[in-house]
């Protein structure tokens, strides 16, 4: 999932990063899924590059030399900015994450974390967003253009209904996170017709049945009592 | 408080008691010593307190007045040899009782004397008591003079006197004032260490983080408020210490977590083997600064202000959140609700509990293990696996030689002592380990072992 190419391919994202070999390690990180970055290390520095700039995405390092960098995220929720927002921080406790969400942040990653890690996450944001610039969302060898409802698998047609189209669509823009069940029943009783207490099993379940003939590179799994999880298989 | 504290009322009122009962002692003495001292007072008040005592025989009769000597004193008067002599006559001089021989007689005045209405003659002085002296006693009809002469007070009448003398003027009225001193004292006491109580009853619910969280001192009287003030700027310095320890707490985690970050994505660069040993140990590192820095936060975290807990939405959260872990490991989780009740407590800990206990499962069970998460039936949640065990942490049977080992568990259990609750660790036949965590109120703190 993520390799770059297609259209989150000239994403441009924003790094706050006080630490100077940090932000080193991350830039290359960022380059090598193929989007832009451009790098700071102060909150003066970023709330002038967000100012001027229109990004993607923005990863922000809460312990900053001027400032907190939950501040510089309130901050830019208080003057509109609407960009997904990843912070990066070493405060790792729950009540610390709740506070970081609640300042506006849209996700929170504790250090220490690997490339994969971080790099899921940013993918997560970028196809969260539902005004994203990309109709299109992959994972793994999957794709779904959300404009045409066209779902593929290394590029063969998968055939998805309606519902299971929708379903896929709130799995791939949440991959790597569970998605939990009533979620999908919601969105599933959108169609107009009366729900079925099975609606979601059985969407899910033909769903699976479509993908498993295909080597997509992505396993869905149930998490019982909860939701569902789509995840890039381990390579 | 212990029984053997005395409240202070009991204090000031055994206090009270006791400097009266010296007063009381001290006038005693002082009434005694005076009376004693001056034999013409001591035979005034023998002679009237024995004029009244004989004028209890005076009765009307026909208009007119009649004498019969009190059953109590015809033991002191009829005696053939006496030395307590009364006669009771009227102002006429007519006699109505006496035991006067001539001789006797003569120590009285004379029958055709019109009398005082009180006269007193010292006979003899010192002791014992000699003295003569009469009372006009009236009892309606005509005017009764009773004379009484002591000559020696065989009979101690002046102990009586002393006695009587003690409880009018000094015993009764002391008392009196003692009962209502004591009264007014313990509803003095008592009214004003009622904001003490007030106050007391209000220190444990005082968030120290919350500088705006503090007691009252207006409309309390000088000295409460006095201790109240104090009482408020120990909770400033207990709170200055935990945001102390907080920000200490923090700055370690960022000053190890950033270069652990580093190290890590650093390492991912080296395709040797032995560079995902490496990572391997820096994760364990990593969960050692968690774990330590958590147990840290513990202590210094507010622990007032419960809230109430949804354990259902909690868990599924944390499932959620922590499934996408599992599976990255191969392993599953499921979650089940059997019915979980809303309980008080710190939401940020018991998710911290809940968290710790999955992340054990994940860390400590093989490859392909199932994990199940439980809540309910009431304030309890379990972490359940099915085996594949490879050690699961347990304070018990951890080896001395390994520290980090138990540090997850010690932190779920001083989470479970902070709510009241109970952590229970039990192997399951089917070689997987059943973890749970009874709240109060979850009706099973007394089934469960204590871990």
Same mark, same amino acid.
């Given at each position: 999932?993520?390799?770059?190419?297609?259209?989150?391919?000239?994403?441009?994202?924003?790094?706050?990063?006080?630490?100077?070999?940090?932000?080193?390690?991350?830039?290359?990180?960022?380059?090598?899924?193929?989007?832009?970055?451009?790098?700071?290390?102060?909150? $003066?520095?970023?709330?002038?590059? &967000? %100012?001027?700039?229109?990004?993607?995405?923005?990863? /922000? =390092? !809460? @312990? +900053?030399?001027?400032?907190?960098?939950?501040?510089?995220?309130?901050?830019?929720?208080?003057?509109?900015?609407?960009?997904?927002?990843?912070?990066?921080?070493?405060?790792?406790?729950?009540?610390?994450?709740?506070?970081?969400?609640?300042?506006?942040?849209?996700?929170?990653?504790?250090?220490?974390?690997?490339?994969?890690?971080?790099?899921?996450?940013?993918r997560a944001l970028l196809r969260r967003?539902?005004?994203?610039?990309?109709?299109?969302?992959?994972? $793994?060898?999957?794709?779904?253009? &959300? %404009?045409?409802?066209?779902?593929?698998?290394?590029? /063969? =047609? !998968? @055939? +998805?209904?309606?519902?299971?189209?929708?379903?896929?669509?709130?799995?791939?823009?949440?991959?790597?996170?569970?998605?939990?069940?009533?979620?999908?029943?919601?969105?599933?009783?959108?169609?107009?017709?009366?729900?079925?207490?099975?609606?979601?099993?059985?969407?899910?379940?033909?769903?699976?049945?479509?993908?498993?003939?295909?080597?997509?590179?992505?396993?869905?799994?149930t998490i019982r009592g909860v939701g569902y999880l789509l995840r890039e298989a381990t390579p | 408080m212990t029984k053997e504290q005395p409240s202070l009322?009991?204090?000031?009122?055994?206090?009270?008691?006791?400097?009266?009962?010296?007063?009381?002692?001290?006038?005693?003495?002082?009434?005694?010593?005076?009376?004693?001292?001056?034999?013409?007072?001591?035979g005034h008040m023998a002679i009237e307190q024995e004029s009244f005592s004989l004028a209890q025989g005076l009765s009307r009769v026909d208009g007119g007045v009649s004498y019969s000597l009190p059953r109590s004193l015809q033991a002191r008067y009829r005696q053939e040899e006496h030395d307590y002599f009364a006669r009771i006559r009227n102002r006429s001089g007519v006699v109505l009782f006496s035991n006067c021989d001539r001789e006797c007689a003569e120590r009285f005045l004379p029958l055709n004397i019109?009398?005082?209405?009180?006269?007193?003659?010292?006979?003899?002085?010192?002791?014992?008591?000699?003295?003569?002296?009469?009372?006009?006693?009236?009892?309606?009809?005509?005017?009764?003079?009773?004379?009484?002469?002591?000559?020696?007070?065989?009979?101690?009448?002046?102990?009586?006197?002393?006695?009587?003398?003690?409880?009018?003027?000094?015993?009764?009225?002391?008392s009196l004032l003692l009962l209502v001193v004591l009264f007014a004292t313990t509803l003095s006491i008592t009214r004003a260490l009622k904001p003490v109580a007030q106050t007391a009853a209000l220190v444990p619910s005082i968030n120290p983080l919350n500088k705006n969280a503090r007691l009252a001192t207006e409309e309390l009287p000088l000295e409460i408020a006095t201790l109240t003030r104090a009482i408020n700027a120990a909770c400033d310095k207990v709170g200055e210490l935990m945001r102390a320890q907080r920000d200490f707490t923090s700055a370690i985690s960022h000053e190890v977590r950033t270069p652990l970050a580093i190290a890590h994505l650093e390492l991912e660069k080296i395709a040797d083997p032995r560079a995902r040993k490496v990572e391997s140990d820096l994760e364990t590192l990593n969960q050692l600064v968690e774990q330590l820095t958590t147990l840290a936060r513990l202590e210094g975290a507010d622990l007032i202000s419960m809230q109430p807990i949804d354990l259902r939405h909690m868990a599924e959260d944390v499932v959620s959140a922590m499934a996408p872990l599992v599976y990255a490991s191969g392993k599953t989780i499921e979650f089940v609700d059997n019915g979980a009740s809303e309980f008080p407590g710190h939401p940020t800990l018991i998710e911290n509990a809940l968290r710790n206990l999955v992340d054990n499962a994940i860390r400590h069970t093989g490859a392909r293990a199932d994990i199940r998460v439980e809540v309910g039936p009431g304030a309890v949640f379990c972490v359940c696996d099915n085996g594949m065990n490879s050690g699961l942490e347990q304070p018990n049977a951890v080896p001395p030689s390994s520290p980090r080992k138990g540090l997850g568990l010690k932190i779920v259990n001083r989470i479970a002592e902070i709510h009241g609750g109970r952590l229970t660790v039990n192997k399951l036949t089917t070689g997987g380990t059943r973890v749970c965590l009874a709240f109060r109120g979850s009706g099973q703190l007394s089934v469960l072992p204590t871990m």
């Open positions: 999932m993520g390799d770059g190419h297609g259209s989150q391919a000239r994403m441009r994202l924003l790094l706050v990063e006080d630490s100077a070999r940090l932000r080193e390690l991350l830039i290359e990180a960022i380059h090598g899924a193929g989007w832009r970055v451009d790098a700071v290390a102060t909150v $003066g520095e970023a709330t002038e590059a &967000v %100012a001027v700039t229109p990004y993607d995405l923005l990863l /922000v =390092d !809460l @312990g +900053l030399p001027d400032g907190d960098g939950l501040d510089l995220v309130r901050a830019f929720r208080r003057d509109g900015v609407k960009t997904p927002i990843l912070v990066l921080t070493a405060r790792a406790a729950i009540d610390e994450r709740i506070l970081g969400l609640d300042a506006g942040a849209d996700d929170y990653l504790v250090k220490p974390f690997n490339n994969g890690e971080f790099l899921a996450r940013c967003a539902p005004d994203t610039k990309t109709p299109i969302l992959l994972a $793994g060898r999957l794709s779904l253009d &959300v %404009a045409t409802g066209a779902a593929t698998c290394a590029n /063969v =047609d !998968l @055939g +998805l209904a309606p519902r299971e189209r929708m379903v896929l669509e709130i799995l791939m823009r949440d991959a790597g996170r569970v998605v939990q069940k009533r979620k999908l029943e919601h969105a599933l009783s959108e169609f107009g017709d009366e729900l079925s207490s099975n609606a979601v099993e059985l969407a899910i379940s033909r769903l699976r049945k479509k993908l498993e003939p295909h080597d997509c590179g992505v396993s869905l799994e | 009322v009991t204090i000031v009122v055994r206090r009270i008691i006791f400097y009266s009962a010296l007063a009381m002692l001290g006038q005693f003495l002082a009434v005694v010593i005076q009376a004693w001292s001056d034999d013409l007072q001591l019109d009398p005082p209405n009180f006269w007193v003659r010292q006979l003899a002085p010192g002791k014992p008591l000699n003295v003569a002296g009469g009372l006009l006693v009236d009892r309606g009809v005509e005017p009764i003079l009773v004379e009484v002469a002591i000559l020696g007070d065989k009979d101690h009448i002046v102990n009586s006197v002393l006695a009587h003398e003690i409880k009018d003027h000094m015993a009764t009225p002391m």
